[in-house]
C-alpha cells in the first residue's frame, strides 16, 4: 500500500488496537448470552480494564505523531488517516478523568434504569438521568469547541450528519408519514396471526431464514438474547434472537434484522480486515443494512410468499388463508407504545419525538423533573392516545441511561437509506420480487455486497450510500416506497 | 491490608492484569466452544494483542520498583509479594523476542502435531518438534542462571518441585505400581458396561452428577468440547465435557474431574479475588483436586453405588446386575496406550515415561530424529505391548508440541497430593463412604473447600497440601491407597 513509514507503523499499531476492540466486544456478546450471572461483577471490571487498555492505546501520543508524518498515498491510506485522526481527536478533546466518569457513570445509570423500568418508578431514575445528562452535557462541550453541542455528540455516531440537517429532514418527512398514516388507520386493520408457535420450530425455521439471506455460519453463530444485538465484525460476526410463542414474526425480522447487520460486517474486503476501514462507516448506514434486509426485502410481497409457505410446512394452519392475507397482516398498521415494535409507518415518529427531546435536553431546555410530562404531551400530540404507564414510555429506552444522546436520529437515517438503496436495487434488479418469492436474496444482497458492503470505512456515510445509489441521498424515495407500498396494501 | 503504598500500588496495578489475564483466558474457552471455525485466524491474532498486553504489563519496570519498595506485613501481603515477584523475575528474564518465537512456534506447532497426529505421519512432526524443543532450551537457559535447566521449566508449572525429588519419589512409587499391576492383571477382568447411551441423557446425567459435587451453577457452565476443560476463575469458572455414545463413563468422569478443577477456583476466597492470590497455587494442586473428586470420591465403592442407581433409571438395564458389579467394571485395570484413559493403576506409570523422555529432550541426550523409537522401546519395557501406531504412541499428547516441558509429572503429583488427602479427609469425615453411597458430596467438597481450596496462593503448593492434611505430602497414602482398593477389588 505505500513505503511511507509513518502510515505503516500507524497500521500495524491499529491493527493489535482493532483485535483489542474486537476482543472487548466479545465480553460484551458472552455476558448477554452465555456468562453466568453470578459473573456480573467481575465482568464490569475486566470489561473496565479492556477500556482501560483501548483508551490508552487510542490516546497514545505516538498515535499523533504518526497522523502528523503520514503522507497518504491513495484511498484506502486518506481513509486510514481520517479514520484514525477523527478517533485520535475525539478522544484527546476529553480528558481521561471525564471519559472514566461517564463510563462509571452511565455504567450505574443502565442498572438504575432497568430496575426504575422494572417497578415503573420514573422519580427512581431522574436523579441518574440528571447526572448522565450533566455528563454527557461536559463531553459535548469539550468536543464541539464552541459548536453545536448535540452535533457534536451525533458526530459520534453518524459522522457529517447535524441536527439542523436532521430537522429539516424531520419537517419534510413528517406531513407526508401523518398523512399517509390517517388515510390508513380510517381503514379497517388486515387480520393478526395468531395461535402458538413453538421455540424449537421459530429458531429452526429462523435458521433456515438466516441462510436464505446468504448469512454465513462459518464466520458467524446464533443465540438467544432479551434483546436481540448482532456483534463483532470481521471474520466473526454474531446474532441473537428472541422467541415470543405467540409472536412467530419478532423472532423471524429480529433474526433478519440481525443478519443485515452481521452480514455488513462481514461482507466487508478481507483486506481492510483488522485496519480502520474493516467495520460499518456509520450508525445510520449500518441501520440501513438491517432495514432493508428487514423491511425492504423481508416485509414485501416476495419474501412473505415464500415465508407464508415455509411457515404453512412448519407450523401447519394458523389461520391465515392466503399469501395475501400473510403479507397483510405482516404489514399491519397500528398505534403502539413501543419504538422497537412499531411499523414502518409509524416508526418514524416515534424517533422524530426522541429527536426533539434529546436536543432539548442537550440544549439545557429541558429539566428532568419535568421530561416525563414533556414524553406524555408529546405523545399524545404525535400518536393521539395516552401513555398508560412509564414502561411504555420514557422508561421504554436504553439509550437515554447509557449515554447515547444523538444516536436515535441515526436509526430513520438508517431508514432513509435505506429507501434510497431499495430504489437502486429495483432498478439494477428488476426481477427482484419474482426472485424473493422463491426465497432467493442472492441477487439481492450480492449487490448491497458489491455496491456497498465491501467498502467498509473507505468513504464517508452519505458517500457510501450516493456511491452505491448513483444518486445522492434524500427522504423522497423512503416516503415514495412507503406511499406505494401502504396504499396498495390498505386499497387507498 | 496495609497502608503500604508501594503494595497498594502493586495490587491496584495487579487487579486489572488479573481481569486481562481473565478476559485472554476467555478467548480460550470462547475458541474450543462456540467460535465460529472461520474465525480462527482472526483470533490468534487477537490472542497476540492480549499477550502483547500482559506481557507489558508483568514486564512492566514499575511493577520491579513497587516490589522493591515494598514491606509486607501480613501473610496476604507476604503471599502478594512472593508471587508477583515470581512472576516478574521468570518474565524479565526471558528477552521478549524469544518469548514472542516460542508464542508463534508453539502456536504454529500445536498445528502440525494436530496434523501429523491425523496422518499418522511422525517425520511430518518431527522438524516443528525440534524446533520447539531448541527454543525451550533457551528459554530455559535464561531461567537457570547456571541451574538445571528442567527445573527451571518445572518451576513453571510446579514451583519447588525438582528433578532430583521427583525422579526420586517415581523411583519408590514404580516398584509397588508394577507389583500391584502384576498381581492384578493375573486374575480375570470384571465385566465391562456395554450399550449404547443417548447423547442427550448422558449431558442431563453428567449435570445432575455436577450439582451433586455442589458446582455452582450460578457461576459456572457446562459446553461440549472435544478435549473437555475447565476455563477461568474468580466468579466466572466453566467446565466443558464430551460425549462418546458407547461409554458414559467419559462423558461423566470428564465433567466430575472438570467440576473438581473448576470448583478449586470459585472455591477461593472471595477476598482474593482479582489479587495475586486468587487463583489455585499450582498445577499438582489443581490436578490432586480434579482427582480427588474423581477417584477417590468418584471412583469410590459409595459413590459409584449411588450412580449405579442413576444410571438404572436412567438408562434402564445395561447388563450389570449389581452395584458391586458396576464399581469393578468401573475400576477395571487394563493395560492401554493412552495416558487419557489409563486407570489408576497404570496412570503414573506413563507419567515416568514421559517425565524421563522429556528429561533427555531438555538435557540434550535424546534427538528428535530417535524419539519414536525410545518412546516405542520405552512403552514395551513398561507396558509389555508394542505400539501398534503413531497416535497410540508419541503423537498421542499435545503438550510437546506447545512448549509444555516439566508439565507431565505435575499430574502424578496430583495424584500423589490427592492420596494425602483423601487419607486426611477419611480421617476427619468417618462416614464418608456411606454419605457418598447416598450422592452426598457435602462434607467432602466442604472439607476440602475449608482445608485447602478457599486459601488460592497463601502458601507454596506443598506447604498447602501440608496445610490441609496436617502432614508432609508423600507418595505413601496413594499407594496404600490403591493397594487397599485394587486387593479388595480383586480378591488379592
Not at 68 to 97: C, H, I
Not at 120 to 127: H, Q
Not at 170 to 187: C, E, I, W, Y
Not at 420 to 445: K, M, S
Request: hydrophobic share 40%; glycine share 10%; charged share 25%.
Amino acid at each position: 500500500m505505500s513505503n511511507n513509514t509513518a502510515i505503516r507503523d500507524l497500521l500495524a499499531f491499529q491493527r493489535q488496537t482493532e483485535a483489542l476492540a474486537g476482543v472487548a466486544g466479545r465480553l460484551g456478546w458472552d455476558q448477554e448470552t452465555v456468562m453466568p450471572h453470578g459473573a456480573a461483577e467481575q465482568r464490569s471490571e475486566e470489561m473496565a480494564a479492556m477500556e482501560g487498555v483501548l483508551h490508552a492505546r487510542r490516546t497514545d501520543p505516538r498515535v499523533g505523531e504518526w497522523l502528523e508524518a503520514a503522507d497518504p498515498k491513495d484511498d484506502f491510506e486518506r481513509a486510514t488517516v481520517r479514520l484514525v485522526r477523527r478517533s485520535y481527536d475525539r478522544m484527546t478533546k476529553v480528558p481521561s478523568d471525564l471519559a472514566q466518569e461517564i463510563a462509571r457513570a452511565t455504567s450505574v445509570a443502565q442498572g438504575v434504569w432497568a430496575a426504575a423500568r422494572a417497578s415503573e418508578k420514573v422519580a427512581d431514575f431522574l436523579p441518574t438521568l440528571g447526572q448522565v445528562i450533566a455528563l454527557k452535557r461536559q463531553e459535548a462541550a469539550c468536543l464541539a469547541q464552541g459548536g453545536d453541542l448535540y452535533d457534536a455528540l451525533i458526530d459520534d455516531y453518524e459522522p457529517g450528519a447535524s441536527a439542523a440537517s436532521l430537522a429539516a429532514m424531520f419537517g419534510r418527512m413528517r406531513p407526508r408519514l401523518v398523512a399517509l398514516r390517517a388515510a390508513v388507520v380510517a381503514k379497517a386493520p388486515p387480520a393478526a396471526v395468531v395461535g402458538v408457535f413453538p421455540e424449537a420450530q421459530q429458531l429452526a425455521l429462523s435458521r433456515e431464514v438466516a441462510t436464505a439471506y446468504g448469512y454465513d455460519w462459518s464466520r458467524g453463530r446464533i443465540d438467544l438474547a432479551v434483546h436481540p444485538f448482532s456483534s463483532g465484525g470481521g471474520n466473526d460476526s454474531r446474532i441473537t434472537t428472541r422467541v415470543v410463542e405467540s409472536d412467530p414474526f419478532n423472532c423471524i425480522y429480529s433474526t433478519i434484522h440481525e443478519v443485515g447487520h452481521s452480514s455488513y460486517e462481514l461482507n466487508i474486503a478481507q483486506d481492510y480486515l483488522l485496519t480502520p476501514l474493516g467495520s460499518g462507516v456509520s450508525m445510520g448506514v449500518h441501520e440501513s443494512q438491517s432495514r432493508i434486509y428487514e423491511n425492504q426485502i423481508g416485509r414485501g410481497r416476495g419474501l412473505t410468499s415464500w415465508l407464508y409457505g415455509r411457515m404453512r410446512e412448519v407450523f401447519g394452519d394458523f389461520g391465515i388463508g392466503s399469501a395475501e392475507a400473510f403479507y397483510k397482516a405482516i404489514n399491519r398498521v397500528q398505534p403502539g407504545f413501543i419504538r422497537t415494535e412499531a411499523d414502518e409507518v409509524n416508526y418514524n415518529l416515534h424517533i422524530m419525538m426522541r429527536f426533539d427531546l434529546e436536543r432539548a435536553f442537550v440544549r439545557g431546555d429541558l429539566a428532568v423533573k419535568d421530561v416525563e410530562a414533556a414524553w406524555n404531551d408529546r405523545f399524545r400530540a404525535d400518536f393521539g392516545v395516552a401513555v398508560d404507564r412509564p414502561r411504555n414510555g420514557m422508561l421504554q429506552d436504553v439509550h437515554w441511561s447509557v449515554g447515547l444522546y444523538g444516536y436515535f436520529p441515526t436509526y430513520a437515517l438508517g431508514n432513509v437509506y435505506a429507501g434510497c438503496l431499495y430504489t437502486a436495487l429495483t432498478a439494477a434488479v428488476p426481477e427482484l420480487e419474482a426472485q424473493l418469492a422463491r426465497g432467493e436474496t442472492g441477487a439481492a444482497v450480492g449487490w448491497l455486497r458489491e455496491n456497498l458492503q465491501r467498502h467498509g470505512g473507505l468513504r464517508g456515510p452519505r458517500e457510501t450510500i450516493a456511491a452505491a445509489c448513483g444518486f445522492e441521498p434524500s427522504e423522497g424515495p423512503l416516503l415514495d416506497y412507503l406511499e406505494a407500498k401502504f396504499r396498495a396494501l390498505y386499497s387507498l
